[in-house]
């Protein structure tokens, strides 16, 4: 019994958010839980889904803790170490919200691949009217998906969005009942399971380097692709299949 439920299937892993008595707030354990299980998807990639308990993904940070962090604590990064491990692992990232995820809640959803939610989902970054700011991701992150000016709105005025102005923007690309949430979060690790793992790291890494790498870092990884046996299985029974018609 941890902060952080954990389910490990063969080509994927679900990491359930477990504190639903405080709305899965971020602490100390859960960061901690995070690292181990990022250790774990770096030795062994897979897929993963990550979700929260109770209706919410994340109500942010914990509070109790953080009002006793100091400056020391700040050059830490303390969540934003964690963040950017979650999402620098090899294969994809899912988050799969419902309920709130504010503060550090979202930075750790912003920090996902893909983002799917429930009509119920609330997201934003109220940091400024504890006295901090959103320093685990937000104020880069968010700018990335949704654009500067959008990003510089909702984390300046500390803004909570609901789920159809999400879908609007990018920030999430479907939403689901409550109960089809996670069933919709698999049908996605699922498309993603079908496609050949080499290729599916190779493209996260191309999507997540930064502009000046491109197309030098395209031409590097697809060259690697074209030499591998996979490569040449898929595309050899892609030609079957089509002769067969």
């Not at 952080?4 to 679900?14: A, G, K, M, Q, S």
């Not at 654009?147 to 690309?173: F, H, K, N, Q, W």
């Not at 930064?210 to 590097?220: A, T, W």
């Amino acid at each position: 019994m941890g902060p952080l439920r954990i389910e490990r299937l063969p080509d994927r892993v679900v990491a359930t958010l477990d504190r639903p008595h405080k709305r899965n707030a971020i602490d100390q354990a859960t960061v901690d839980a995070l690292h181990d299980l990022c250790a774990e998807l770096e030795r062994e990639p897979r897929t993963l889904i990550l979700t929260g308990a109770g209706g919410d993904f994340a109500a942010g940070a914990d509070i109790a803790q953080l009002r006793d962090r100091r400056a020391a604590d700040a050059l830490r990064g303390i969540n934003a170490s964690a963040f950017g491990r979650v999402g620098a692992l090899p294969m994809p990232v899912i988050a799969a919200i419902d309920g709130y995820a504010l503060g550090g809640g979202a930075e750790l959803a912003y920090a996902a691949d893909i983002r799917i939610g429930t009509g119920a989902m609330r997201i934003g970054n109220p940091e400024p009217r504890l006295g901090i700011l959103a320093a685990a991701g937000a104020t880069w992150r968010l700018r990335e998906i949704v654009g500067d000016g959008r990003a510089s709105e909702m984390v300046l005025t500390g803004r909570i969005i609901e789920a159809d102005e999400a879908l609007a923007i990018g920030l999430v690309s479907s939403l689901h009942p409550a109960e089809e949430l996670l069933p919709a979060a698999h049908a996605i690790a699922d498309r993603i399971a079908a496609n050949d793992a080499l290729a599916t790291r190779h493209t996260k890494r191309a999507l997540r380097a930064p502009r000046e790498r491109h197309p030098e870092i395209d031409g590097e990884l697809q060259a690697e692709l074209f030499e591998s046996p996979e490569k040449h299985r898929r595309m050899t029974a892609f030609l079957e299949r089509s002769a067969a018609r």
